[in-house]
C-alpha cells in the first residue's frame, strides 16, 4: 500500500511537470506571427517596398530626375548640382539588400522540401522562384550601375565571390567584379524565364506588377536581358547581341499590355511615392532642358503632344494638379520648365514654369520598371537603328501617355530619319520617370545630346527675368556644378560607396574602391561606359 502511494504522488509530480514544461513551450511562441509568412504576402511587400525607396523624392527626385534634366528643384538646387545627399546613396545600398532578403526567403520557402507545400498554395513553386529571380536582377542591375562592384546574390550560381545575403557564413561579404554581375545577371534571367510555367499562375495574390500573369513575366525576364545586354555592348557587342537575339526568340514585351508598373492604391497609405512626396512638400517642377526638348526648340523632333500628358501649364497649381481639376492646354506656350540648377530658384514666380501632370501626381500613379516602347528602341539600336523598331517605339511611348490617334499617327509620319542621335533621344522621351534607367544609358551613350552642361550658359525665358525680385533679376545663368573634389564638367559617373561600409566593411570596400579608375568618386567609370 505505502509502494502504491508513492507511485501515485510520482505520477502526480510527473504529471505536472510535464503540464508545465507544456506551458513554458507555449510562452516562447508569439500567437500573433505565423511561423510560415505567406510567400504572397512577401511578394507584394517586396516590390512595394523597392519602388517606394528606389522612387521617391530623394534617390529619384533629388538624384537622377534631376540629373538627367526631367525635373529640377523649386527652392534649391544642390542635388541638381551633383551635391546628392549621403542618405541617398545608404538608402540604395542598404534597402537594396533588405529587400533581397526576402526576395531570398521566398526562393528559400519554394525550394526547401519542408515547406515547398505550404508555399505551393500562393503559386506554383518553379515560378515564385522565377519572379524573385527576376526582382533580384532588376535590383541589383540598378545597385551595381549606381556604384560598381557590390556584394552580390545570385540563386543559381557557385561563384564563391557571390556572398551576399550569405549571413551564416559572413558578415563582411567581398564585392564581386561588375563583369561577373552582369553575367550572371544575363544568366539568372535567361533561367527564370526558362522555369516559368505559363500554364500556372505565379502568385494567386500579392503579385501588383503583373496580378500573377506568367505569361508577362516571362516577357518580362527576356526584355530585361535586351535592356542589361544592351548595356554590354561597347565592351562585348558579340555578348550583346547574342544574348539579345536568344531573348527577343525567347518572347519580349510585344505591347504596352506587357509593361512591368508596380501598383499603388488611391489611399494615402498605399499611395505612390511622388504622391507621398507632395502631401506636405512642393520641391519639384519639369525642367527647362526637358520641356524645351518636348516643344521642339532643341532636339530635332518639332513639338510633341507628349508635353500635355507629361506636364501642366504655367497656371495649373499643385492643388489643381493633385485635384485634376486644372484646365489643360494644348498651346505650347502655356508649358514652361524650371530653370536646372539655377542658384535663385527659390525666388522664381511659382506661376511661370510647369509642374508635371496629374497623370502622374496622383496616388495610384503605376510605377513603371519597364515597358514596351523602351524594348523596340533596343531593338532598333541592335539592327543598326531601324527605322520600323524607332517609329514603333515612338508610337508605344504616345500611346501609353495617351496622346490622341491622329495626333500620334501626324507625329510619326513627320519622324526624322533614325539615326543614332534621333533613336537614343526619342528613348530618353520615352523613359520619363524611369530615371534610373535614362542614367545609365546616358553614360554608355552620351544622348541626349539637349542636356545642360556645366559651364553652359542659360538664357531664362522674359517671364520668368519678370517674374524675379528686381536684386535677383537676370537675363542668364552659368550652369555651376558644386564644389566637388574633383570637378566635374559633366553628369557624375557613378555615386560613392555609402561611408558607413568604411566601418561595416572597410577591407573588401577599400578593395573595389581600388580597382576604380580615380578611386571612391563620381568621376570614376564603370566598365561598361567606353563613350
Known amino acids: 500500500m505505502k509502494n502504491k502511494f508513492k507511485i501515485l504522488i510520482a505520477l502526480a509530480l510527473f504529471t505536472g511537470l510535464y503540464s508545465c514544461d507544456k506551458g513554458l513551450e507555449d510562452l516562447n511562441e508569439n500567437p500573433n506571427q505565423p511561423e510560415v509568412v505567406p510567400t504572397s504576402n512577401i511578394f507584394a511587400y517586396s516590390t512595394k517596398r523597392f519602388t517606394d525607396f528606389s522612387r521617391d523624392a530623394f534617390n529619384s527626385g533629388r538624384l537622377t530626375l534631376p540629373w538627367l534634366q526631367y525635373w529640377g528643384q523649386t527652392a534649391y538646387a544642390d542635388e541638381d548640382r551633383f551635391l546628392y545627399r549621403e542618405t541617398s546613396a545608404q538608402s540604395l545600398y542598404d534597402n537594396t539588400y533588405l529587400v533581397a532578403v526576402n526576395l531570398k526567403s521566398i526562393i528559400d520557402q519554394n525550394s526547401n522540401e519542408e515547406t515547398k507545400d505550404i508555399a505551393a498554395a500562393y503559386?506554383?513553386?518553379?515560378?515564385?522562384?522565377?519572379?524573385?529571380?527576376?526582382?533580384?536582377?532588376?535590383?541589383?542591375?540598378e545597385l551595381t550601375n549606381f556604384f560598381g562592384d557590390v556584394p552580390y546574390y545570385s540563386y543559381g550560381s557557385d561563384n564563391e565571390t557571390f556572398q551576399a545575403l550569405d549571413v551564416n557564413n559572413t558578415s563582411t561579404p567581398v564585392f564581386a567584379a561588375?563583369?561577373?554581375?552582369?553575367?550572371?545577371?544575363?544568366k539568372e534571367l535567361r533561367e527564370s524565364s526558362?522555369?516559368?510555367?505559363?500554364?500556372?499562375?505565379?502568385?494567386?495574390?500579392?503579385?501588383?506588377?503583373?496580378?500573377?500573369?506568367a505569361v508577362k513575366w516571362k516577357k518580362f525576364a527576356n526584355s530585361l536581358i535586351l535592356?542589361?545586354?544592351?548595356?554590354?555592348?561597347?565592351v562585348d557587342p558579340g555578348k550583346a547581341n547574342a544574348a539579345i537575339d536568344a531573348a527577343i526568340a525567347a518572347g519580349v514585351m510585344e505591347s504596352n499590355d506587357d509593361n512591368a508598373a508596380q501598383a499603388y492604391d488611391s489611399a494615402d497609405a498605399n499611395a505612390s511615392p511622388f504622391w507621398a512626396a507632395f502631401i506636405a512638400r512642393t520641391d519639384f517642377a519639369v525642367a527647362a532642358p526637358f520641356v524645351n526638348l518636348l516643344k521642339g526648340e532643341t532636339g530635332n523632333f518639332g513639338p510633341d503632344p507628349r508635353l500635355f500628358q507629361m506636364a501642366a501649364p504655367i497656371d495649373a497649381s499643385i492643388g489643381d494638379i493633385k485635384s485634376d481639376t486644372y484646365e489643360k492646354s494644348t498651346d505650347y506656350d502655356d508649358y514652361l520648365g524650371i530653370p536646372y540648377a539655377f542658384r535663385n530658384t527659390n525666388f522664381l514666380d511659382r506661376t511661370t514654369y510647369s509642374f508635371m501632370s496629374s497623370n502622374i501626381l496622383k496616388p495610384d500613379?503605376?510605377?513603371?520598371?519597364m515597358e514596351y516602347a523602351e524594348v523596340q528602341f533596343i531593338i532598333s539600336e541592335r539592327n543598326g537603328f531601324s527605322q520600323e523598331n524607332y517609329e514603333n517605339?515612338?508610337?508605344?511611348?504616345?500611346?501609353?501617355?495617351?496622346?490622341?490617334?491622329?495626333?500620334?499617327?501626324?507625329?510619326?509620319?513627320?519622324?526624322?530619319?533614325a539615326t543614332q542621335e534621333n533613336v537614343l533621344n526619342q528613348k530618353y522621351i520615352a523613359l520619363y520617370m524611369q530615371p534610373h534607367q535614362a542614367y545609365a544609358d546616358y553614360r554608355r551613350t552620351g544622348f541626349p545630346n539637349t542636356l545642360v552642361m556645366p559651364g553652359d550658359e542659360v538664357f531664362l525665358p522674359a517671364a520668368q527675368v519678370n517674374g524675379l525680385p528686381p536684386e535677383n533679376r537676370v537675363p542668364s545663368y552659368t550652369f555651376e556644378a558644386g564644389p566637388v573634389n574633383p570637378s566635374v564638367t559633366e553628369i557624375p559617373f557613378r555615386l560613392r560607396y555609402p561611408q558607413i561600409l568604411q566601418t561595416l566593411n572597410g577591407t573588401n570596400r577599400n578593395a573595389a574602391a581600388a580597382k576604380l579608375s580615380e578611386g571612391d568618386l563620381i568621376t570614376s567609370k564603370l566598365f561598361w561606359d567606353v563613350n
Open 178 to 186: 561588375q563583369e561577373d554581375i552582369y553575367d550572371d545577371i544575363l
Open 123 to 141: 503559386g506554383n513553386n518553379n515560378n515564385q522562384i522565377a519572379a524573385s529571380r527576376i526582382m533580384l536582377s532588376y535590383m541589383f542591375y
Open 227 to 234: 535592356r542589361v545586354a544592351n548595356n554590354l555592348r561597347g
Open 194 to 213: 526558362d522555369m516559368i510555367n505559363t500554364n500556372e499562375p505565379v502568385f494567386t495574390s500579392g503579385d501588383n506588377i503583373f496580378n500573377g500573369d
Open 365 to 369: 500613379y503605376k510605377e513603371v520598371l
Open 393 to 417: 517605339g515612338v508610337r508605344a511611348s504616345m500611346e501609353r501617355w495617351g496622346v490622341p490617334s491622329d495626333e500620334i499617327d501626324t507625329f510619326v509620319n513627320n519622324l526624322p530619319p
